[in-house]
């Protein structure tokens, strides 16, 4: 571990502006790096504002209707769909973590606000990240992983590995799966070339 976090520290003198967290959720030893600095949160979000919607016992099977507003996103598998049509809440949630589809994660944020998602994140004990008028703020990796770490504390107390499941399905590979062969639960987000590559 020891190795690994200089390696950290010297890529992120030498090429880019890293920021890491890591926890082993069973002997609880953890390590940072820089985890004062703030990020753009990317697609991230849409993993802690989907599992929000699931602990708080949102019906799965609630319809929910594209209108014009979340058809304006231009990325997603879903912007050949017709305004008018109809989705679930669990459908949209699949669209958003396997896809990181953005009008799927619109239409949620849409349609179930922000009051409810900042007053989760308090509960957990934390500031970040809080969510106003848009479906996107910044973060820092440590509280990333604290929200990552409530996802993994749910799912096996709630013995509910849907969101897990779909994070180990998601058709994104290019961060921390990359770097080991076991079975990888994660968000990636990539917010541009001058902004950087996330994963958590």
Known sequence: ?????????????????????YCDTKTGYYFFHETNDSYPCA???KAIYCHYLIQAGTDLYQEIILNEVSQSS??????????????TVKSLIEFSIVYSDNMAY????????????????????????QLSRSEYTRVDAKSMAMCMKEIYRYSVENNDDFLIALMKSTTYDEQISKGTDA??????????ENYGYHDM
């Open 183 to 192: 079975d990888i639960a994660h968000k990636f987000g990539y917010e541009g």
């Open 43 to 45: 697609s991230t979000i």
């Open 1 to 21: 571990a020891i190795q690994l976090m200089q390696n950290i520290i010297d890529l992120s003198a030498k090429y880019y502006d890293v920021s890491v967290y």
């Open 74 to 87: 231009t990325s997603g598998k879903l912007t050949e769909s017709a305004v008018g049509t109809s989705f």
């Open 106 to 129: 619109r239409l949620l944020y849409q349609t179930f606000g922000t009051k409810g998602f900042n007053e989760y994140i308090h509960s957990l004990g934390l500031d970040c990240p």
